[in-house]
């Protein structure tokens, strides 16, 4: 039998699996196989033309077919495309020793190791007789201005407004299983502003403001603020801790201003700032003033007194919103306290239909997991599936061959895995009831089933 079998009975099973088509078209690469490669390459860009390791794998093969100058034209292209793409430049690096072209090999070649410096080819460094030029990488991400690159910089660890990243997410809602509720509050507040500006502006609603996302850990809400800014094709800023709180006095203050500023510059824009209590906490829990100011600039910032708010959704999230100052609860403000609770089982069924996507799987039955998953958060499903995939990677390297994802393992899989929402909801049950005097922890008591 051919070492090849087993991935094409995987293929089979799945053939829309892109991340096994890729394996399946490398193997074929290395046993030679041209022909098959090829068709498996052009099968992944007709589910993912965007995909550059489909693309990068047909220049290999035209090059290996004798093809070269159609070889060169098509990953010059690519790596127009995708500059950040490290195959790409070291496949150039290739093409042009062959043609005797050693100084643009050269280039290409350090530009591949400054990308991935775990790419380095031996055989090709030998032909470029050793020599090859330093050159620092170029970053993946768009980084606000800040130091020159320096090598010794990508030893330390950045700290402050200079290391924010300003991405352009492209998950959408799609990509999230469940959470309709909350998915349509966003909606309400940012999407369909921007898709009708003159209508949500004939009623005197501005694009933007502040929306806070509470409930248990792992149960998507970092995510979801991700995907909101897929799904609008807005920038994303996530904001650590570290970025903002500073040593010296008044700095705090000035990073989380020039945070804000970052984010206005490149409107539409989701501010995201996760574990939102550690910089909004209860000022009455805060002897030290300088916590106290960091809190009324936050505050001041997004009531817009220091600059327009306007096409700007800032999204905070916590896992404990007893914690939070109550300020940050007005109108205006984080206007939007949405609870995001671990999913029903609907929910469920479509999160593990989303994660059995790039798997191989085998007559998949969601919802026969669904209903033996009770009260599991998102990540506790991942838990799952992980612990699953675990154990038929040991079945696959015994048998020497792909094992397909059935819902037996992942029901097995299910045992092994206890509820993490659970201890969450012993803490907010004790709130929800003797401190819920502005019925801010209704929600949950809905979800627990609890009347007063």
């Known amino acids: 039998m051919s070492k090849l079998d087993p991935l094409r009975q995987a293929v089979a099973v799945s053939p829309d699996n892109v991340p096994l088509l890729l394996l399946l078209a490398h193997a074929c690469l ?7 490669a090829r068709s498996v390459f052009e099968r992944v860009l007709t589910l993912d ?28 292209a690519l790596i127009v495309q995708n500059p950040q793409f490290a ?7 290739r093409l042009h020793a062959g043609e005797g072209n050693l100084e643009a090999a050269r280039t290409s070649y350090a530009r591949a190791l400054a990308l ?26 768009v980084t606000v201005s800040g130091p020159a690159w ?5 030893e330390e660890e950045k700290s402050g407004p200079d290391s924010a990243d300003v991405e352009r997410p492209t998950l959408t809602f799609a990509d999230i299983g469940g959470m309709e509720t909350v998915k349509e509050e966003i909606r309400m507040k940012i999407i369909h502003p921007l898709k009708n500006p003159q209508l949500f502006k004939a009623y005197g609603k501005k694009i933007g403001g502040g929306v806070l996302l509470y409930g248990p850990p792992g149960c998507g809400k970092t995510l979801l603020s991700r995907a909101t800014a897929g799904e609008i094709k807005a920038n994303f800023l996530s904001i650590g801790i570290h970025q903002i709180l500073d040593l010296y006095l008044g700095n705090s203050e000035k990073n989380l201003h020039q945070l804000f500023e970052l984010a206005r510059t490149h409107a539409p824009a989701v501010l995201f700032f996760d574990e ?8 009455n829990d805060l002897k030290r003033s300088a ?21 700007l959704l800032i999204l905070g999230a916590t896992n404990a919103p007893w914690h939070l100052d109550p300020a940050f609860r007005r109108p205006g403000r984080f206007d939007r306290i949405l609870f995001v609770p671990p999913p029903d089982e609907p929910a469920r069924a479509s999160i593990i239909e989303v994660m059995a996507r790039d798997k191989p799987m085998h007559k998949l039955d969601s919802a026969a997991v669904a209903k033996k998953t009770k009260d599991f958060s998102g990540a506790d ?35 092994d895995v206890k509820p993490s929402t659970k201890a969450w909801f012993e803490s907010a049950k004790n709130y929800a009831i003797y401190s819920n005097q502005s019925g801010f922890y209704d929600d949950v008591l809905t979800f627990l089933g609890i009347k007063k």
Do not use: Y
Not at 123 to 137: A, F, I, R, T, Y
Not at 150 to 154: I, S
Not at 296 to 308: H, I, K, P, R, W
Not at 384 to 410: C, H, K, W, Y
């Open 30 to 36: 290395d046993e030679w196989s041209l022909d098959e």
């Open 49 to 76: 033309p965007t995909r550059p390791e489909a693309r990068v794998g047909i220049a290999r093969i035209l090059h290996l077919s004798g093809k070269t100058s159609e070889a060169v034209v098509r990953t010059e």
């Open 87 to 93: 195959p790409a430049h070291l496949l150039l690096a």
């Open 116 to 141: 991935d410096p775990t790419g380095k080819d031996p055989s090709l460094e030998k032909e470029l007789n050793g020599h090859v030029p330093k050159q620092p990488p170029a970053p993946e991400k």
């Open 150 to 154: 320096t090598p010794e910089a990508d």
């Open 276 to 283: 939102v209590d550690a910089l909004a906490a209860d000022r």
């Open 291 to 311: 916590g106290r100011t960091l809190i009324n600039q936050f505050l001041a910032e997004m009531d817009g007194n220091v600059g327009s708010n306007d096409g």
């Open 381 to 415: 499903l991942k838990a799952v599936f992980d612990i699953a995939i675990e154990r038929s990677l040991a079945r696959a390297m015994q048998e020497n061959r792909v094992i397909p994802l059935g819902t037996d393992d992942l029901l097995k899989s299910a045992k």
